[in-house]
């Protein structure tokens, strides 16, 4: 998490193709004169590991027909650590097809969708986990992600309530609720989430420099700057220990002009 401040994939044309591939097959799979009559009666599938090429067709049996959910997810997720992301969406879309109401399989491809920056997809997919899954907290804070790409506020905050209500300790709703907060205005709640967030897990650097500017805009200067000195101590990377630095020469700035403003006013 950090510190708070569209080619869509075309799954359907894909499957579609897929289907009108196998619909052909029927009858140029009738045997032939002078073919092995078994060989040709034998079914046909589409691999993916090949989806898109020439030999995406197969005889016999299809190999992942037989897979678990948890499978056809594992199988998919070596596919895009490969680098081979069609083959990885075709494999779930063949699991989906399988298995309508697996929800993990959603989420799994929810996130690859997300991913591949198809933000509308993605939303889709995580409406039908949560759907299937409505006390999954985890589930409702990754639809509110995705909700807030819309600017659909309010439905993202019923998710994060719902999650921290179903999961009151689970960091990743309290720390997104006391972003979202904090964007409408409302700090001293986003500060609450914060400290909740640091009390759960007090190694993770990012809620110390939210809390820390939710107490400067609270007024509370000293424990802004204690929160952001120790988010640079926490902070593993440069670019954050250099934003925490930034942070506090921007206060002090801030508050050098102010009491020149008050000097001028008083002279």
């Given at each position: 998490m950090k510190p708070t401040t569209k080619v869509a994939v075309s799954l359907i044309f894909a499957l579609t193709n897929a289907m009108a591939v196998n619909e052909n097959v029927d009858a140029a799979d009738e045997p032939k004169p002078g073919t092995d009559s078994s060989k040709a009666a034998m079914p046909m599938h589409i691999d993916p590991l090949d989806e898109g090429r020439a030999s995406a067709l197969h005889r016999g049996p299809n190999p992942h027909a037989q897979l678990t959910p948890e499978q056809?997810?594992?199988?998919?997720?070596?596919?895009?650590?490969?680098?081979?992301?069609p083959q990885a969406m075709a494999v779930l879309s063949q699991a989906l097809a399988k298995y309508p109401h697996h929800a993990e399989l959603f989420n799994m491809r929810a996130s690859l969708e997300f991913e591949q920056q198809d933000i509308k997809g993605a939303l889709s997919d995580m409406e039908q986990a949560v759907k299937l899954e409505p006390d999954n907290a985890l589930y409702r804070v990754t639809r509110?992600?995705?909700?807030?790409?819309?600017?659909?506020?309010?439905?993202?905050?019923?998710?994060?309530?719902?999650?921290?209500?179903?999961?009151?300790?689970?960091?990743?709703?309290?720390?997104?609720?006391?972003?979202?907060?904090?964007n409408l205005g409302r700090e001293k709640e986003a500060l609450e989430d914060f400290s909740h967030c640091i009390k759960v897990e007090p190694q993770l650097p990012a809620p110390w420099f939210n809390r820390g500017s939710m107490h400067w805009a609270l007024g509370e200067k000293a424990k802004a700057r204690a929160d952001i000195k120790h988010f640079?101590?926490?902070?593993?990377?440069?670019?954050?220990?250099?934003?925490?630095?930034?942070?506090?020469?921007?206060?002090?700035?801030?508050?050098?002009?102010?009491?020149?403003?008050?000097?001028?006013?008083?002279s």
């Open positions: 056809h997810i594992q199988v998919a997720a070596q596919h895009w650590a490969a680098g081979r992301k509110a992600q995705l909700y807030l790409r819309f600017e659909r506020r309010e439905e993202a905050l019923d998710d994060l309530n719902r999650a921290v209500a179903l999961s009151p300790d689970l960091v990743p709703a309290r720390f997104n609720r006391g972003s979202l907060l904090a640079i101590e926490l902070a593993g990377e440069a670019s954050w220990k250099q934003a925490g630095e930034e942070l506090l020469k921007a206060w002090n700035e801030q508050e050098a002009q102010q009491q020149v403003s008050k000097d001028e006013k008083q």
